[in-house]
């Protein structure tokens, strides 16, 4: 059996049918980001939620058996499940789910603090289904989040490519290493394509396949290079690391090729093989040598790294006054980089004369795992109720947290020419730019991976 949607909730949403007020024919909820370490977020990833989990029939007779029993033994009470009430979406909406949701563009860059997705029941029957949907919606978080720390370095390199290089090059500048260091493949494929609408560097590869599957695309949007790790080299033995080294420039003679070089001395390995042994074989090879340091302080590292290759195998100055090593060899640093490390070597290159175009990064941990739901403090919240035919405005408001405060009625999001977007009440002027996506059980508009990389253009 596939996923069963019953399941997909925490346990405490099972109980909450009997708990609104009597009378309630309609649970009206919105997603927004309420703040957080980026002033703005780039949405993306509910479309994969929708078609994987939520499209077409989704309840059957063999999925209510199963949570029945489940249910009944995991509270020790065979009454809690409201088997009724799923037993009515499946013969009355044949299994489909009586939901309308909303949502602004995939790749759209929105501030925080306004309404991102809304979900409301389309059956007065099931206003219980809207908020028993919330803990599958808000996973829109992750990619969303993703997508958004990714940009934003995005929006950091460009800085530093402005006044000390060339832009041209900023769609391999971040390079996804985080296949196995997130907490599963699913997760892999998630974060991975979300970088993706931002960069084109990734060996992230199950997230090509995520974006052929979720994002009509037949498109390649991720491309990589032969690169050594570790044990290609140092099974080689100390003594032969210039062969080793050797050998990735024979094997590899034209394009690029990447060689991680701290594994004994990279200053010994920069200066003695590749800048010595081997110059004449980088100098002569139809393509570029990519040198990867992989320990030490980033920002120091990087610097020396470049200052030997550069006094071995030359440089020259660019059209801004800083210095760009010879086209045969670049340098490409994968440990310990984050958003803030990225700052502080490109800030350290720029301040000796070296311009962003030497450098790539390579990211892993810190782009696809060191994030969470308060990376930008997201939060799913009911702003509407219908209870006995009237509509009431529905909002909390903790005096232990006023950041916690939840918009009140029915929203929409207009454009607004100070703030770019703003949230407003549904019955002010304004074209709202939140689009139906999905409604009873059917897709109404999708998006393919070409639209949301524009939308997210910088
Ligand atoms: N890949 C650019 C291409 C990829 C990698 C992947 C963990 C690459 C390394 C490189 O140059 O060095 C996962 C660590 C490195």
């Not at 832009?167 to 892999?188: M, N, Q, T, Y």
């Not at 990867?292 to 020396?304: A, C, E, M, N």
């Not at 994030?371 to 509509?391: I, M, P, Y």
């Amino acid at each position: 059996m596939e996923q069963n949607i019953i399941l997909l909730t925490d346990s405490y949403k099972l109980s909450h049918y009997k708990q609104y007020p009597t009378g309630t024919t309609e649970i009206y909820s919105y997603f927004e980001s309420r703040g957080g370490k980026f002033p703005a977020v780039t949405f993306f990833g509910l479309q994969y939620l929708l078609k994987k989990y939520l499209l077409g029939v989704q309840v059957t007779s063999e999925k209510i058996a199963q949570a029945e029993k489940i249910y009944a033994a995991h509270f020790g009470n065979d009454k809690l499940f409201y088997k009724e009430g799923w037993e009515y979406i499946l013969k009355t909406h044949d299994g489909k789910l009586p939901i309308r949701i909303k949502a602004v563009p995939e790749g759209t860059t929105v501030p925080v603090g306004n309404v991102l997705m809304t979900v409301e029941n389309t059956d007065p029957n099931c206003f219980w289904l809207t908020n028993f949907l919330e803990t599958l919606l808000v996973q829109v978080w992750y990619p969303t989040t993703v997508a958004t720390q990714s940009r934003e370095i995005k929006k950091l390199v460009l800085k530093y490519l402005q006044e000390t290089g060339d832009v041209r090059g900023i769609d391999f500048k971040l390079h996804d290493f985080g296949f196995r260091g997130v907490s599963s493949v699913e997760s892999a494929s998630i974060g991975g394509a979300s970088h993706l609408i931002n960069f084109m560097g990734t060996d992230t590869v199950v997230a090509l396949t995520f974006i052929q599957d979720y994002y009509d695309s037949s498109a390649m949007f991720g491309f990589s290079i032969p690169a050594a790790e570790h044990s290609t080299i140092t099974s080689w033995g100390q003594e032969n690391e210039a062969l080793a080294y050797e050998n990735m420039l024979t094997q590899y003679p034209d394009h690029l090729v990447a060689v991680v070089s701290d594994s004994y001395d990279i200053y010994n390995a920069c200066e003695k093989l590749w800048g010595e042994v081997l110059k004449d074989k980088i100098l002569t090879r139809k393509g570029t040598l990519v040198v990867r340091p992989d320990s030490g302080i980033p920002k120091d590292v990087v610097l020396k790294t470049i200052e030997i290759l550069a006094s071995k195998i030359g440089f020259t100055i660019n059209d801004k006054g800083f210095k760009v090593l010879d086209p045969h060899i670049r340098v490409i640093q994968g440990d310990g980089v984050d958003h803030e490390s990225i700052g502080l070597i490109l800030e350290n290159l720029k301040n000796n004369g070296w311009s962003a175009d030497n450098l790539a990064f390579g990211m892993g941990g810190a782009l696809l795992q060191k994030l969470d739901r308060d990376t930008q403090k997201f939060a799913f919240k009911c702003s509407e109720a219908v209870v006995n035919g009237e509509k009431r405005a529905v909002y909390k408001n903790p005096v232990t947290d006023l950041g916690k405060k939840s918009k009140k009625g029915r929203l929409k999001l207009v454009v607004d020419q100070q703030l770019g977007y703003k949230t407003v009440a549904e019955s002010e002027p304004g074209e709202d730019q939140l689009v139906t996506i999905f409604e009873n059980g059917v897709l109404t508009k999708s998006y393919s991976f070409e639209e949301i990389k524009t939308n997210a253009k910088i």
